[in-house]
């Protein structure tokens, strides 16, 4: 009503304002309009000019190409840049391993044995040792006359690896390579100086020994991880092969995890090896003691054997092992190992079957062949605790023992003076006894 009442009043108003709301509308839809026709427009000779255009061009290029034919050839320089890229690429993998090397190598040292020996003797066979697992690094030759004038000289008789792990000059090799306690040991550095060695400890359950030259400021390796190794990845041995080239190096990778063997000497000498590192980077006699290492050039592991008549399938001690040990001997300047005093032997089907026990695992305690070999030690742990012949010991700390938990592997993560609560099956009764372990002698 508003809006009639004031048209009323100004008629003329009126008319305009309503003239120019209609010539507003006129003038959008005839904007509208031409813009479309231009478009289109637009959008046809544009067609019409880039075909023409397009044949054009082309006649063009080709007589172009034709007087100029150098302006338009191939550039032949591409495959050279992508060989070489590919080079670069081959260059970075081949940097960290290269790094690894350079950085390490001046910590891994060889350890040669050697000892009074008739002089009409001759001992030292290069590809006599390290072999199957039958490693016998500073085993003799066994082809050896007797000796009819009495005298003797120095002989090197075995060589091995270690590598340093302090400033002043401890060394981490295996126990087979430092073994015999009548020969000396001179360790050969990168330098190439010579220095006499002493051996520190040698661990009574482990293929582990600690020998000590003196000096000081001496390059050194760390330990790494082993629990986090996976398979596949990348392994580096560097070692005394055949007792002849110092500081090898090969490459491979982790081939598996986990395994257990009896390594040997080829003569009487033989250990049970738990948890062991396979690898397939080549590991010759000599090599006992080296390192193996990661792509950061951290100690994963200590060489120790190879298996006879294979190709590249070599071992080594889990760096986790190796570093408990070294601790200890550098805290306290011995190896104190943790001893419960039993003889046993492995829960298998068929035992289980011939016993009639109801479980598939853990060990059963068993007397040796020879009258002195106690199933129990007397004044063990174990005796303290009761532990008789034929009992099964099923659990430590409520840890199964089976093929992958050892019961020697279950104690050697454990701390002399340590406590530990047993599971066992003793006649039929399945209960829980608590010990504490004691050092071995």
Do not use: C
Request: glycine residues 8%; without cysteine; hydrophobic residues 40%.
């Amino acid at each position: 009503m508003e809006n009639l009442e004031i048209n009323s009043e100004n008629p003329q108003e009126r008319s305009s304002v309503v003239m120019k709301k209609k010539n507003n509308h006129h003038s959008t839809i005839y904007f509208i309009s031409v813009l479309l026709i231009a478009i289109i427009f637009s959008s046809l000779a544009g067609a019409v000019f880039g075909f023409a255009t397009g044949g054009f061009g082309q006649i063009i290029f080709t007589k172009i190409s034709h007087k100029f034919p150098h302006l338009f050839q191939a550039d032949k320089s591409l495959p050279e840049i992508n060989s070489a890229i590919s080079r670069e690429r081959i260059v970075e993998e081949d940097s960290a391993v290269i790094d690894v090397v350079e950085k390490s190598t001046p910590a891994v040292v060889s350890i040669v044995i050697s000892k009074d020996m008739p002089k009409i003797q001759s001992f030292f066979d290069p590809f006599g040792f390290f072999d199957n697992p039958n490693y016998s690094d500073n085993a003799p030759n066994q082809n050896k006359s007797s000796d009819t004038s009495g005298n003797t000289k120095k002989e090197k008789v075995g060589a091995g690896t270690g590598f340093i792990i302090t400033a002043d000059g401890m060394i981490v090799t295996n126990k087979h390579v430092v073994s015999d306690i009548t020969a000396d040991y001179t360790v050969l550095t990168s330098d190439g100086k010579e220095h006499i060695a002493k051996v520190l400890a040698r661990d009574p359950i482990n293929d582990i020994a600690v020998i000590k030259i003196d000096g000081t400021d001496y390059p050194t390796l760390s330990f790494g991880n082993s629990d986090s190794l996976k398979i596949g990845q990348t392994a580096i041995a560097i070692g005394n092969s055949l007792g002849e080239f110092s500081n090898t190096v090969s490459k491979g990778i982790i081939s598996g995890l986990k395994r257990n063997l009896t390594a040997g000497d080829g003569f009487s000498a033989n250990e049970k090896l738990t948890n062991i590192i396979q690898t397939d980077a080549a590991i010759n006699p000599g090599n006992s003691g080296g390192p193996l290492l990661d792509i950061s050039g951290k100690v994963i592991g200590i060489n120790v054997a190879i298996a006879q008549g294979a190709q590249n399938v070599g071992f080594a001690i889990p760096a986790t092992q190796v570093k408990k040990i070294t601790e200890q001997v550098r805290i306290t300047g011995k190896i104190s190992t943790p001893y419960l005093g039993v003889r046993y032997i492995p829960v298998d089907t068929t035992l289980q079957k011939q016993i009639k026990l109801p479980f598939n695992y853990g060990v059963m305690i068993l007397r040796g062949q020879n009258i002195t070999d106690f199933a129990v030690i007397p004044g063990s742990p174990a005796d303290k605790a009761g532990l008789v012949e034929n009992d099964v010991i099923l659990e430590i700390n409520e840890e199964k023992i089976n093929e992958n938990n050892s019961l020697a592997e279950l104690l050697s993560k454990l701390d002399v003076d340590t406590e530990i609560t047993l599971k066992i099956w003793h006649k039929g009764d399945v209960k829980e006894i608590k010990t504490k372990l004691e050092e071995r002698d």
